[in-house]
């Protein structure tokens, strides 16, 4: 069993920055793909990054490409984004995600439905 914990989320001005932190508990942190998604009021959840077991490969939604970096610790058991530049369309909660198959397929780790494990999510909020 994971529990995930995010935090870092809040009101920012648009152009601003955030960094989202999702603390993971077990010991098989560091085998676990992780991703971070959205949603939107009114909206589905969408794939927003997601990093490989190692930290050596990346995926990013391409409207975020360039503004956001994920990346992880797992000797804290953790991974971050950092959110720059920030648009108002950012605005949605953040959900951080664990999935346990390791492959990292592309099709697999941008689709909600493959990860195993969901934080709680943290509300960001981007004011025009």
């Known amino acids: 069993q994971v529990q995930l914990v995010e935090s870092g989320g809040g009101l920012v001005q648009a152009g601003g920055s955030v960094r989202l932190s999702c603390q993971a508990s077990?010991?098989?942190?560091?085998?676990?793909?992780m991703g971070w998604f959205r949603q939107a009021p009114g909206k589905e959840r969408e794939f927003v990054a997601a990093?490989?077991?190692?930290?050596?490969?990346?995926y990013y939604k391409d409207s975020v490409k360039g503004r956001f970096t994920i990346s992880r610790d797992n000797a804290k058991n953790t991974v971050y984004l950092q959110m720059n530049s920030l648009k108002p369309e950012d605005t949605a909660v953040y959900y951080c995600?664990?999935?346990?198959?390791?492959?990292?397929?592309?099709?697999?780790?941008?689709?909600?439905?493959?990860?195993?494990?969901w934080g709680q999510g943290t509300q960001v909020t981007v004011s025009s």
């Open positions: 990093i490989r077991w190692s930290g050596g490969t990346t």
């Open positions: 995600a664990a999935e346990t198959d390791g492959s990292f397929r592309v099709r697999d780790i941008t689709t909600p439905y493959e990860y195993d494990y």
């Open positions: 077990g010991r098989t942190f560091s085998r676990y793909s």
